[in-house]
C-alpha cells in the first residue's frame, strides 16, 4: 500500500479493526483484529492468534486497497560469534554502527528488520573475541531466524557465523570451551577452544588462514 493510503488507513483504524472483526465473525473464525499500524512496506493488522489464509482472504477482501498484510511478529534472539572485538588488532573497540554496516552490506540479512540494538559483549577480559547480540523481528515459526542460523559471512577477514541465542544472554558461558551454565571454576577443558569451530587453536592463529 502507498505510503499515504496506509497513513489514510490507519487514521481510521478504530472503525476498520471494528469492521474487519465483523467480517471475521461472519465466517465464524476464531481470529481477532487487536489493531492496525503501518510501516515501509504496508498496513500491518495485528491478530490475536496466527490466521489462516481463509482469514486472509477474507480481510483482503474488507478493502482491495490493501497490497501487504503480515501475521502478527515475535521476536527471535540470535548471537553472532567469532567477531574480532578489535579493529585491525588497535586499541579501538568495534562498534554497533561498524556492525550495522556489516550486516547491511551482507546478503543473508537482506530481508532481517532488527527488533532492538545490537549489544557487543567481550568473552573475557583478555579476549580478542567478542560475540553479538541481535534480536530480530520474526514470524511465528522464527522463518527468518531459520534462513541465517549457522550461515557464515565475513567481518573484514574473518569467517563469522550466525547461532541461535537464549531470550537473556546474561547467562553464564565460560568461553574457553563455550558451553552454557558454568563458571571457568568448574569447567575441565584444558587449553581454549575457537568459538566457530570448536577446535583447539586460538583467535590469532584462525585470523592467520581465514
Not at 501475521?71 to 540470535?78: D, I, M, T
Not at 563455550?178 to 569447567?187: I, L
Amino acid at each position: 500500500m502507498p505510503n499515504e493510503l496506509g497513513k489514510r488507513f490507519t487514521k481510521d483504524s478504530a472503525s476498520h479493526i471494528t469492521n474487519i472483526n465483523c467480517t471475521l465473525k461472519n465466517i465464524k473464525s476464531n481470529i481477532c483484529a487487536d489493531y492496525i499500524s503501518s510501516d515501509s512496506k504496508g498496513v500491518i493488522i495485528a491478530t490475536n492468534n496466527v490466521t489462516s489464509s481463509s482469514d486472509l482472504q477474507e480481510i483482503e477482501k474488507y478493502n482491495n486497497s490493501i497490497e501487504t498484510l503480515r501475521l502478527p511478529q515475535s521476536k527471535s534472539y540470535l548471537k553472532i560469534v567469532g567477531i574480532s572485538y578489535y579493529v585491525n588488532k588497535s586499541s579501538t573497540h568495534i562498534s554497533t554502527e561498524d556492525i550495522q554496516r556489516v550486516l547491511k552490506n551482507t546478503h543473508i540479512f537482506n530481508e532481517i528488520v532488527l527488533a532492538s540494538r545490537l549489544r557487543i559483549i567481550k568473552v573475557s577480559p583478555k579476549s580478542d573475541i567478542a560475540i553479538v547480540w541481535i534480536d530480530i523481528w520474526d514470524s511465528q515459526n522464527g522463518d527468518n531466524a531459520k534462513k541465517i542460523i549457522n550461515r557464515c559471512f565475513n567481518v573484514r577477514n574473518i569467517v563469522t557465523m550466525v547461532r541461535g541465542a537464549n531470550m537473556n544472554p546474561g547467562i553464564s558461558q565460560y568461553k574457553n570451551c563455550w558451553k552454557w551454565g558454568h563458571s571457568a571454576r568448574v569447567c575441565r577443558i584444558q587449553g581454549s577452544k575457537y568459538a566457530k569451530y570448536n577446535g583447539p587453536h586460538l583467535t590469532d592463529n584462525h585470523q592467520e588462514f581465514a
